[in-house]
C-alpha cells in the first residue's frame, strides 16, 4: 500500500501561486510515477499532470501548461505541484495520485484525500 497526504491548498488571487504537497509512504516503490488530477464542482476528475522519473517524461494538460510544474524531494519521499499565475478557472479539489504514467485515473492506483484550491477573480 501507498500512502499519501496532500496540503498547501487554499485560498489565493488570480495571478497568484501556489505550491502544493503530496508526502508518499508505503510501498512507494511499487509504482513509478505521480499525478496531479483535480475535480470542480459538477465536473468530472480532470487530468492536470503527471511525471516519471526513470526515465523522465512528464506530461501536463494544455490548461496548465507552462504554469504549472511537477518536482520531487526524494529524500522526503514528497512530490510538489507549483501552480503559477493562477486562474478562477484553476478552481477545484486537486488530488495526487501514484501509479504509473498516464493521463487518465485508471493509471494510478493510490489516490490522496485532496486539498482545496480557490482562486478568486
Known amino acids: 500500500q501507498v500512502q499519501l497526504v496532500e496540503s498547501g491548498g487554499g485560498l489565493v488571487q488570480a495571478g497568484g501561486s501556489l505550491r502544493l504537497s503530496c508526502a508518499a509512504s508505503g510501498r512507494t516503490f511499487s509504482t513509478s510515477a505521480m499525478g496531479w488530477f483535480r475535480q470542480a464542482p459538477g465536473k468530472e476528475r480532470e487530468f492536470v499532470g503527471a511525471?516519471?522519473?526513470?526515465?523522465?517524461?512528464?506530461y501536463y494538460a494544455d490548461s496548465v501548461k507552462g504554469r504549472f510544474t511537477i518536482s520531487r524531494d526524494s529524500a522526503n519521499n514528497t512530490v510538489y505541484l507549483q501552480m503559477n499565475s493562477l486562474k478562477p478557472e484553476d478552481t477545484a479539489v486537486y488530488y495526487c495520485?501514484?501509479?504509473?504514467?498516464?493521463?487518465?485515473?485508471?493509471?494510478?492506483?493510490?489516490w490522496g484525500q485532496g486539498t482545496q484550491v480557490t482562486v478568486s477573480s
Open positions: 511525471k516519471r522519473w526513470s526515465p523522465v517524461t512528464t
Open positions: 495520485a501514484a501509479g504509473f504514467l498516464g493521463r487518465s485515473p485508471g493509471a494510478y492506483a493510490y
